[in-house]
């Protein structure tokens, strides 16, 4: 079946501007995880949904990110007012429900680049 | 979960050799993961181990696990270019939980 999707894949931006990234989650996960990865840095945690839980948010860096899932499937991850630190890949991943929920599958990523 | 620490940091070898990374970590897991990045994007998952096996196998890839030592290792045998990647570790608890990953090993597999 068709795996994690993201767009765009690569989005060049303006300090300043808004942007919004997309996922489109494998169907039947209820799992959603967003991660950022910076040039040369590790894997870096920004939120996850699960089912009709309240997300955890507890790795957006700043109140200019946010996130939000509709119908428990796509999720838009939005940055506000850019900055150039805010250039990196950033990864989408979805579980499923099943007794391997702990394996995550990865989106392509969009690579973003603030100028 | 918890950040393991993978070792060594760059790995190169010839095709057709095997490759043996390994990964350390601190406290009491459920399970231990290991995934490959290609060119800086594209996480695949590889196999999961949990805290009660020792050793999972899954085509030329071969897991192990020693909890009383906290470490695990990811064997590739018969390598290819095609493996030429970054591989982390995850070591994490039972159920949804989000990935924390080290530097890697960055494995080079030359023809």
């Known amino acids: 079946g068709a795996g994690v999707s993201q767009s765009p894949s690569n989005k060049v931006t303006e300090k300043g501007k808004d942007v919004e990234l997309r996922c489109d989650p494998i169907s039947g996960h209820t799992a959603l995880y967003w991660y950022r990865q910076s040039l040369g840095q590790g894997l870096e945690f920004l939120i996850y949904f699960q089912g009709n839980s309240a997300p955890d948010k507890s790795g957006l860096p700043s109140d200019r990110f946010s996130a939000e899932r509709t119908g428990g499937s796509v999720s838009t991850l939005t940055i506000q007012r850019t900055q150039q630190e805010d250039s990196a890949v950033y990864l989408c991943?979805?579980?499923?429900?099943?007794?391997?929920?702990?394996?995550?599958?990865f989106g392509p990523g969009t690579r973003l680049l603030v100028l | 979960s918890q950040q393991g620490e993978e070792d060594p940091q760059a790995l190169s070898i010839q095709e057709g050799e095997n490759a043996t990374m390994n990964c350390s970590y601190k406290?009491?897991?459920?399970?231990l993961q290991w995934y490959r990045q290609n060119s800086g994007r594209g996480l695949v998952h590889l196999i999961l181990?949990?805290?009660?096996?020792r050793e999972k196998h899954s085509g030329r890839l071969r897991v192990t696990l020693d909890t009383s030592k906290k470490s695990s290792s990811l064997l590739i045998t018969a390598s290819r270019a095609a493996d030429t990647a970054s591989y982390f570790c995850a070591p994490g608890n039972s159920g949804y939980s989000t990935l924390t990953f080290g530097k890697g090993t960055m494995l080079l597999v030359s023809p």
């Open positions: 991943a979805s579980s499923s429900p099943g007794h391997q929920r702990e394996t995550q599958y």
């Open positions: 406290t009491s897991i459920n399970n």
């Open positions: 181990i949990r805290s009660n096996e």
